[in-house]
């Protein structure tokens, strides 16, 4: 039941959600949530992050998948946030390895690099970290490029969550499939900004294993309202900071066994 209490903002959790659109859209930030409605809860951003998703399929959005967001040390030390997140993946929002971006197209743009499934069975929720190891199909390297509302960076949970847990843009690597047997926290990865190391982490900086990530996703779906589908991208998490994304930059990723990524932004 949302503890929010509707007569704080004009609209309630409708008009805060169609604040939070009207900023993506006009790419003009507003202050953060938190700061503003500080008896908002973590059920009512989950409720606000819901109101935009239907809004945005309601006018022709595909959903593609999730991400998973805060589920390293470095990113929740980053954040001042102890606990991860999720958000929704759209079909407008995903590119290839290779591509190029134009960081004038974004508020405030930073950058990390994850390991990410595609699944090849429908999870049901919960699942356990077997069934959920079962059904991944592939595996593959991706940044995911943040974005916020917000002002600045200084997020609560609740701001975070509300604003789709900050998911902006998904650059996905080639895949590889997955044998269930692999153990992803080995996975070393490393980063780079114009040659030179930004970023470096290890699988198990994921919640100790990727997949543990995919897991505490299930025990989520309930109350986001949805299902995870055979074809779904997951985004597990950062294994770094997240690093800003700034014009004239060329992004580089590799990790121990899966193939290399590339970005470039102007």
Known sequence: MTTYQEG?????????????????RSRVPVPRLS?????????DAYRIQRINVERRVSTGAGITGHKIGLTSRAMQE?????????????????????????????????????????LGRYLSAPSDLDTVRGAVAEVFLAFEILDTCFTDWNLSLVDSVADNAACAGVIAGDPVPFDPAWDLGTEQVTATANG??????EGRDILGDPLKALAWLTHRLPSLGTTLRAGDIILAGSVHASIPLTAGT???ATSTRLPSIHLRVT
């Open 8 to 24: 704080q903002a004009p609209g309630g959790l409708l008009g805060l959600a169609e604040e939070l659109a009207a900023a993506s």
């Open 35 to 43: 700061g503003r409605f500080p008896y908002l809860t973590l059920e």
């Open 78 to 118: 980053q954040m001042g946030i102890r606990e991860p997140d999720s958000g929704f993946i759209f079909d407008g929002m995903v590119g290839s390895s290779g591509s190029c971006l134009r960081a004038a197209e974004f508020m405030n743009p930073r950058i990390e690099t994850e390991v990410a499934f595609r």
């Open 196 to 201: 030179e190391v930004a970023g470096t982490g």
């Open 250 to 252: 060329d992004f580089h």
